[in-house]
């Protein structure tokens, strides 16, 4: 790769991976304050645990949107572009984010409060469902194929960036406020301030080119005079093992994340007693070495293939289950630091190849619909439930086993997903005209 197509891709990868940061920073924000606000000023009234249940399910229901967002996203990103498609994902999200600082509280407005903060929810789980295909994809096909996995990892970082970001403020907030004035009033800074961040990211975004591959299969499609109106109804018919493949793939990843940066937050500052600024904390030295560490396993994943990276990544994550609470129960600051950091590096093992491998199952007339669903439609079985399903086992079971024993089950089945694939480092994303459907369903 030439010097001015390294300063090409770089570009794409900077206004991708602020883009994405900024989108996930507004989703995880919401997750945060569901943990540690939410329960009290929208769900009053119930028990500590039952609230926070509560205010999970609203978390859960912004994943819900999700698929739809990855249909609709898609359906218009493989027929008229990604750039446009994530400039408007930008402003939804961060529309909604915004909004969620102006909301009034359950004490204000009664039962309109949970109304009004779940149908924002909701708005920024269909945001956030056309955004990531697009950020991977115009990446994965701006960049060369021998390098695809590191650079397509990048905007993956987002998710730790995002996060990094919302619990930094967060922490802030809560080092500088006491809790009741965080309680009243303090927890809107950070969603008003998703309208500064979402400024600056346009500004940057806009300044991107379009996918060459994109362009290249637009071209070559109006040349021949091929029409193709319904992405997903091609994507179900012809590549639904991909689909599954995607699925099965992001269950050990989207379940694991939830529980380490969502879950971490309500054990902390719950059963274990201790104040919200160790869970905070812990999330916040985690994220940062994530971030760091997750282009490391792309490029990892170019040398050595998608499949080894990803399935040592299962495996780890299979037996940090338990590790990961046995010291959190020291409740130590410096050992829960380390089970999150630890957690979510064995995440990145997963994360970090995940674009590529994705955007590697798919033809570029079909790649952002079928990335998207798959991709988003594991986010309700997963995500969404995560950390309700985390929540409800622990008051169930009274401990953490059931919780471990609930993440060794997703890492089974990711690792039957991916054993399942064939290998795709270094393959093009070009089309190469398949012979039958049959063919192009196994591309």
């Not at 309680?183 to 300044?207: A, Q």
């Not at 600024?277 to 030295?285: D, F, K, P, R």
């Not at 079971?397 to 690792?415: D, K």
Request: contains cysteine; charged residues 15%; hydrophobic residues 50%.
């Amino acid at each position: 790769m030439s010097r001015s197509e390294n300063r090409s891709i770089a570009k794409v990868v900077g206004a991708s991976l602020v883009g994405t940061t900024i989108e996930w920073y507004d989703f995880f924000l919401y997750g945060s304050a569901a943990a540690l606000v939410f329960n009290k000023l929208f769900f009053p009234g119930s028990d500590p645990l039952t609230g926070t249940l509560l205010s999970f399910a609203t978390y859960a229901i912004g994943f819900l949107a999700r698929p739809l967002g990855g249909l609709v996203f898609g359906h218009f990103g493989d027929r008229v572009g990604r750039k446009k498609l994530l400039v408007f994902s930008l402003l939804l999200m961060g529309g909604s984010t915004c909004a969620m600082g102006l909301l009034p509280t359950y004490a204000t407005v009664g039962a309109a409060a949970p109304l009004l903060l779940t149908a924002l929810r909701l708005i920024q789980g269909f945001a956030l469902g056309g955004e990531w295909g697009g950020a991977v994809l115009i990446v994965s096909e701006h960049g060369d194929d021998r390098r695809r996995g590191f650079w397509a990892s990048w905007p993956q970082c987002g998710a730790p960036g995002g996060n990094l970001l919302a619990t930094a403020v967060l922490a802030v907030l809560a080092a500088v406020q006491s809790d009741a004035a965080f309680n009243s009033w303090g927890w809107r800074i950070p969603f008003l301030l998703s309208g500064v961040l979402v400024i600056i990211g346009l500004w940057i975004r806009l300044t991107v080119t379009e996918s060459p591959v994109f362009l290249a299969a637009q071209e070559k499609a109006r040349q021949r005079g091929e029409q193709h109106r319904a992405p997903a109804l091609e994507v179900f018919r012809d590549a639904w093992r991909r689909v599954l493949i995607t699925i099965g793939a992001r269950m050990a990843e989207n379940v694991s994340y939830y529980v380490l940066t969502a879950f971490i937050l309500v054990y902390v500052t719950g059963p274990l007693g201790l104040s919200k600024s160790t869970g905070l904390n812990a999330v916040l030295i985690g994220s940062a070495i994530h971030f760091v560490t997750i282009p490391l396993w792309g490029a990892l994943s170019d040398r050595v293939g998608r499949r080894p990276v990803y399935l040592f990544g299962a495996i780890a994550m299979a037996g940090w289950a338990f590790g990961f609470f046995a010291l959190m129960n020291t409740r130590s600051p410096a050992m829960i630091v380390l089970a999150a950091t630890v957690g979510l590096v064995l995440h990145g093992a997963m994360y970090g190849p995940q674009a590529a491998f994705f955007a590697e199952q798919f033809l570029t007339r079909v790649r952002y619909t079928g990335l998207s669903i798959g991709g988003q439609l594991s986010s309700i079985a997963a995500g969404a439930l995560a950390p309700i399903l985390a929540v409800a086992l622990f008051k169930e079971f009274g401990g953490t086993l059931a919780v471990s024993l609930y993440v060794v089950a997703m890492c089974l089945i990711t690792l039957v997903a991916v054993t399942s694939a064939t290998e795709t480092a270094g393959t093009t994303l070009h089309d190469e005209e398949p012979a039958s459907a049959a063919e192009a369903a196994t591309r």
